[in-house]
């Protein structure tokens, strides 16, 4: 998987969000100033090369949707961004968060209780879905 420049993101987030689309329903979704339609369509079709985009041919139009989804690119892009900049490790990016924002012992706390309890969650979904 490649990492997505800003502009092939932009187009992904709305895909996530509208979960198919043709060209003018992306373009609609973009703040202002929006891009040229022929510009919407050259990301389209690179993110389909890419393979981050299916479609539905519709004569000679075509319904895009997504074929990564959000929290496996997410995953993705986080891996690369730790490694990158933290050297993979998730305490040094914790730790730089932490001191950048002058967290205090109290909001550290509440980030670990909202950690242990996302936590929990994932492994309730996991055991319900396993059943």
């Known amino acids: 998987m490649k990492e997505l420049t800003k502009a092939e993101e932009q187009v992904m987030q709305i895909l996530w969000k509208i979960r198919r689309g ?22 389209v079709r690179i993110l389909e090369k890419k393979g981050f985009v299916g479609y ?8 895009y949707y997504p ?12 891996k690369n961004f730790l490694g990158s900049y ?3 490790s998730f305490p040094k990016l914790v730790s730089f968060f932490a001191q950048e924002n002058d967290m205090d012992i ?6 670990m209780k909202y950690v242990e309890d996302d936590l929990k969650e994932d492994k309730n979904d996991s055991d319900t879905s396993e059943k």
């Open 22 to 43: 043709f060209v003018k329903d992306i373009l609609a979704k973009i703040d202002e100033p929006k891009p040229a339609y022929n510009t919407v369509s050259t990301i």
């Open 56 to 63: 539905t041919a519709y004569g000679k139009t075509h319904e």
């Open 67 to 78: 074929l990564v989804d959000k929290k496996t690119y997410s995953n993705f892009f986080l």
């Open 86 to 88: 933290f050297g993979g």
């Open 106 to 111: 109290r909001e550290f706390e509440q980030l």
